[in-house]
C-alpha cells in the first residue's frame, strides 16, 4: 500500500528532525519534499541545494517562532531569486512551459494535497487562472513575482491542512497496525509480539522483574453454542475493558493473543505482585454480570464467566517463545484445576 508507506517515511523524516506534530513545521518539510520535486521551473541541483539548507535549519531542531519565521524567508527568497533571476516569459518559452502546461503543473501539485477540501480546491483553481490571464496579457514582472508571492503564501497555509490530515492518517494507521479490531481497548498480536521482545531486550540489558499473565475465558464455547456469537463477542468486549481498568493502574500492557486468549505484560513488578493482580482480575471478572444483545439491544439477562489466568515471570536466558510458554502451561495448570483460578509458572 502506497499510502501507508508514504506516511511511514514521512513520519521517520519528522522523527529524523524531531519535529512532533507541530503543523507548522511538518508544512516547511511537506513543502520541500513534496512540492519542490514538482516544479520544474528549478533545476535538480538547485532543488537539492534548497532542500540541504532547509533540513539543515531543521537539524538546529530550533522549533520557536522566531526560527519558523526565518526558514519561511529563506523559502521566499529561493522563490523570489529563481523569478528575479530570469525573465518568466523567456523561462517559459525556454521550458516550452505553455500556460496550459503550468496548470497540467498546478493540478499535480493539487494531486499531492490529498483529501483537500472542496474551498481550498475553488482557491488554487481561481489562483490559476489568474496566472495564466496574467502570463498570456504580458504584464509587468512585478506583477508575476506578486502572483507567485501569493501563491507560495497560499502553498504553506494548504500544506499546513495536508499536514493535520497526515497527522490524522498516520494515527489511524498506527491505531490499525497495533490495536485489535473487535477488541480495541487490546493491543493486537503483532503489537504484543514487539513489545514483549523490546521488553526482554531491556531485561538483558537491565535485569529486572518481567511478568507475564495470559488470560482464557473458561468454556467460551458454551456462551457461544447458547447465545450466539454475537453474545461471545459482547463477552470478550466487556472482558477487555475490565482487563483494560486494572492494567492502567500499573501501566499494563494488555492484548489479545488470538480467539478469546488475551495477555499482560507488566514490568517492573516483582512476581507475588503481580499474581495479586491477577488475582484482583479473576475475582473482578467473576463477580461481572454480563450483558448480551438480542437484535442489537442490550437485554437484561445476565451472563456469568470466569477467567483461568497463568502467570511467570522472565528467567535469565529464556527468550519471548519461552516465557509465553511458561505462562501457557501454568494457564493450563489453573484449567486443569478446576478453571477460575490462577497458577504460578513453575520454576525451570
Known amino acids: 500500500m502506497k499510502t501507508c508507506e508514504d506516511v511511514r517515511n514521512m513520519k521517520g523524516l519528522l522523527d529524523r528532525f524531531g519535529i512532533g506534530n507541530d503543523p507548522d513545521w511538518i508544512s516547511i518539510v511537506l513543502f520541500v519534499r513534496n512540492l519542490l ?9 538547485k532543488k537539492a541545494e534548497i532542500q540541504r539548507e532547509i533540513f539543515g535549519e531543521l ?58 477540501s472542496e474551498r481550498q480546491n475553488r482557491k488554487l483553481d481561481a489562483f490559476k487562472e489568474q496566472t495564466v490571464g496574467v502570463i498570456e496579457s504580458g504584464e509587468d514582472q512585478s506583477v ?38 473487535l477488541l480495541t481497548e487490546l493491543h493486537n498480536r503483532r ?14 540489558k537491565k535485569p529486572g522483574s518481567l511478568c507475564l499473565l495470559m488470560i482464557d475465558v ?86 456469568s464467566c470466569t477467567v483461568s489466568i497463568g502467570v511467570a515471570q522472565w528467567q535469565k536466558g529464556w527468550d519471548a517463545g519461552q516465557l509465553v510458554r511458561a505462562a501457557d502451561t501454568a494457564l493450563y495448570r489453573a484449567k486443569d484445576s478446576g478453571r477460575n483460578q490462577v497458577c504460578t509458572a513453575r520454576p525451570s
Open 37 to 45: 520535486s514538482r516544479l520544474s521551473i528549478y533545476t535538480d541541483d
Open 59 to 116: 537539524a538546529k531542531k530550533d522549533f520557536s517562532e522566531e526560527h519558523f519565521e526565518v526558514v519561511l524567508a529563506m523559502l521566499d527568497m529561493y522563490v523570489m531569486q529563481t523569478i528575479g533571476a530570469q525573465d518568466l516569459e523567456d523561462a517559459l518559452t525556454r521550458e516550452k512551459r505553455s500556460a496550459s502546461q503550468l496548470l497540467n503543473e498546478m493540478n499535480e501539485v493539487i494531486d499531492t494535497m490529498n483529501g483537500s
Open 144 to 181: 508575476i513575482v506578486a502572483k507567485v508571492r501569493q501563491m507560495f503564501q497560499e502553498l504553506i497555509v494548504e500544506f499546513k491542512e495536508e499536514a493535520k490530515l497526515l497527522q490524522s492518517r498516520a494515527l489511524m494507521l498506527e491505531r490499525s497496525a497495533n490495536f485489535d479490531p
Open 191 to 204: 503489537a504484543f509480539d514487539a513489545f514483549l521482545n523490546d521488553a526482554i531486550l531491556a531485561q538483558r
Open 218 to 303: 473458561d468454556l467460551f464455547k458454551n456462551v457461544n453454542d447458547t447465545y450466539g456469537h454475537q453474545a461471545g463477542d459482547d463477552v470478550l468486549r466487556a472482558l477487555a475493558r475490565i482487563l483494560t481498568a486494572h492494567v492502567i493502574q500499573y501501566n499494563g500492557f494488555p492484548a489479545r493473543y488470538g480467539g478469546e486468549e488475551l495477555v499482560v505484560v507488566i514490568q517492573d513488578m516483582p512476581l507475588d505482585i503481580a499474581v495479586l493482580k491477577a488475582e484482583a482480575l479473576r475475582t473482578n471478572v467473576e463477580q461481572y454480570g454480563f450483558r448480551i444483545r438480542n437484535e442489537g439491544r442490550l437485554t437484561e439477562a445476565e451472563v
